[in-house]
T-cell receptor
Framework: EPEVTQTPSHQVTQMGQEVILRCVPI?????FYWYRQILGQKVEFLVS????????KSEIFDDQFSVERPDGSNFTLKIRSTKLEDSAMYFC?????????????FGDGTRLSIL | AQTVTQSQPEMSVQEAETVTLSCTYD???????LFWYKQPPSRQMILVIR??????QNATENRFSVNFQKAAKSFSLKISDSQLGDAAMYFC??????????FGQGTRLTINP
């Protein structure tokens, strides 16, 4: 069964540095998402992406964050000037279509640790 | 505000027994979907079951079923004949508005052999 894949599984970065988290969504999916889960807290929506542009974003997704689909397969989340509080598990998800009944398929996540 | 609440941080059950995980939500949307996701130690979140808000019939997937009470905004997950492989974090989620999922805090389920 096709899967969403994320790399790396664990990223350690110095505070203030930029980090890029990578995702390869399921190949025929059209909608892409990033979520964040701070340790011990709930999973939070960051951003959704369709047709090469952001379709919805949360309050968390400020100017520090950006997303890109640089080619036909990758979907990246860039975090500039990382802060300690950016340490979290970041999940990528994709769905085939827009619609409430379309389940989102999640990757394994990238654990981001900011030192 | 649209919120999803799971009031049980941890639950445990004996293997082969039945367990129910609770979830309540709050939304002003008229149409929405509700999901239960399972997150085993391998970390990937896996869809367990989904329920459309306008359908009164409770969804069932093999050993997993839901008790959907729309008026009470309650969406509990029942796992029958619990197996060791069911041990995981379980997240209730509501699909609202455009595309985003709103998650509950999660319930860690332990299966005792």
């Amino acid at each position: 069964e096709p899967e969403v894949t994320q790399t790396p599984s664990h990223q350690v970065t110095q505070m203030g540095q930029e980090v890029i988290l990578r995702c390869v969504p399921i190949s025929n999916h059209l909608y892409f998402y990033w979520y964040r889960q701070i340790l011990g807290q709930k999973v939070e929506f960051l951003v959704s992406f369709y047709n090469n542009e952001i379709s919805e974003k949360s309050e968390i997704f400020d100017d520090q964050f950006s997303v890109e689909r640089p080619d036909g397969s990758n979907f990246t989340l860039k975090i500039r000037s990382t802060k300690l509080e950016d340490s979290a598990m970041y999940f990528c998800a994709s769905s085939p279509e827009r619609g409430l009944n379309q389940p989102q398929h999640f990757g394994d996540g990238t654990r981001l640790s900011i030192l | 505000a649209q919120t999803v609440t799971q009031s049980q941080p941890e639950m445990s059950v004996q293997e082969a027994e039945t367990v129910t995980l609770s979830c309540t939500y709050d939304t002003s949307e008229s149409d929405y979907y509700l999901f239960w996701y399972k997150q085993p130690p391998s970390r990937q979140m896996i869809l367990v079951i989904r329920q459309e808000a306008y359908k009164q019939q409770n969804a069932t997937e093999n050993r997993f079923s839901v008790n959907f009470q729309k008026a009470a905004k309650s969406f509990s997950l029942k796992i029958s004949d619990s197996q060791l492989g069911d041990a995981a974090m379980y997240f209730c989620a509501c699909h609202l508005g455009a595309q985003k999922l709103v998650f509950g805090q999660g319930t860690r389920l332990t299966i005792n052999p």
